[in-house]
């Protein structure tokens, strides 16, 4: 039997043809503000890393929030993480950024206007049929208002996927604070300002990436309806309520 998915949480026509659009190299995902004759191009599907999911519960969230508690300071989280409602297979996952650039001149000088589109972990190769937008385990499908995203907030631009069970450890390095500094993380760098930390005794990972002030989460379902992908977007609307 063909995949379904529920009316309310379903991906609207813009929030599908932004979703397919921008994992495909060479589409025009719209034009540069203020210039609709320079189109913006997808230039790149880049795979960022792997990461180790081991439990099956993913977590999609900023790795920090902004409480500028004394619990804060000393590395206790001070609200749960916002853990998607849908699991997934243990397992490990490749995370893709899509690219896009967008000329532009400001004030005479040149910028070639590269963005991240989406950041993507995927699942499987399977053919995604279908989007709908990802739960959290807190959201409530009834409390939704037309038109409404649930989405996690990152005022400091930065979200992450990480393993659920391992989160106190893998979050633990950006919420330590000494003597009013940032104690360093001893990340793994990766391309484009993404970093991993890792927790070798659950063999469990966090991977970071850009998310302008937050971000809505997609799932890509199957025919199965089984998940292929989830997708991370800043500021897009499109979904239907």
């Keep these: 039997m063909k995949w379904v998915g529920g009316e309310r949480l379903a991906a609207g026509s813009e929030a599908t043809w932004y979703l397919e659009t ?4 060479g589409a ?9 004759t320079t189109p913006v191009v997808v230039t790149s599907i880049e795979e960022v890393t792997t990461m180790r999911v081991p439990s099956g519960r993913l977590v999609v969230d900023a790795p920090w929030d902004d409480d500028d508690t004394l619990k804060y300071k000393q590395g206790v989280p001070t609200r749960p993480p916002r853990g998607l409602a849908v699991r997934i297979p243990p397992g490990v996952y490749r995370v893709e950024i899509a690219w896009t650039a967008g000329p532009y001149e400001f004030f005479g000088e040149h910028f070639d206007g590269v963005e991240c589109a989406a950041t993507r972990l995927r699942i499987s190769d399977a053919p995604v049929i279908g989007w709908e937008m990802g739960l959290g385990v807190d959201d409530d499908i009834d409390r939704l208002l037309p038109g409404e995203q649930p989405q996690f907030g990152a005022d400091h631009n930065v979200g992450c996927f990480a393993d659920a069970s391992a989160w106190t450890t893998l ?15 001893g990340a793994g760098q990766l391309p484009d300002g993404c970093e991993r930390i890792s927790d070798e005794l659950q063999q469990a990972d966090l991977v970071t990436f850009t998310a302008q002030s937050g971000g809505v989460v997609w799932l890509g379902r199957t025919k199965n309806g089984d998940v292929a992908a989830i997708v991370v977007t800043s500021g897009m609307a499109g979904a239907k309520a």
């Design 22 to 25: 921008a994992f495909t190299p």
């Design 171 to 185: 979050s633990a390095p950006f919420r330590t604070c000494a003597d009013g500094r940032w104690a360093p993380r």
């Design 28 to 36: 025009h995902l719209g034009t540069v503000y203020d210039d609709p």
